[in-house]
């Protein structure tokens, strides 16, 4: 599936979140930290599991166009983004990515 992460975050305003140095707050952003984060609970992260993931994160965080994703890779960033943010945000990004399905 082709997911563009360059998507912008809105408040319910309509203004672009943003993140901690003032720049908008874009899905490359929180789906790249999401997969670098803690593991779920009950989750073992081998090392090559964390190669996997952090090589995933660097893809998405360098890509410039919609991104090629596997499934189970779609599985893991949605369920990291719902682990590691708030409701505004998770929301955002599941509808994003769901749009690219």
């Known amino acids: 599936m082709k997911i563009d992460f360059s998507g912008v975050l809105k408040g319910l305003r309509g203004d672009p979140l943003k993140d901690q140095d003032g720049n908008d707050l874009t899905l490359r952003t929180i789906a790249a930290n999401a997969i670098l984060g803690p593991a779920l609970p009950g989750e073992k992260l081998t090392g090559q599991i964390q190669l996997l993931r952090f090589q995933l994160a660097h893809q998405i965080f360098s890509a410039i166009e919609p991104l090629d994703i596997k ?31």
């Open 71 to 101: 499934a189970e890779n779609v599985v893991l960033i949605k369920n990291q983004i719902s682990a590691n943010y708030p409701t505004i945000i998770a929301g955002q990004a599941w509808e994003i990515i769901e749009k690219s399905e």
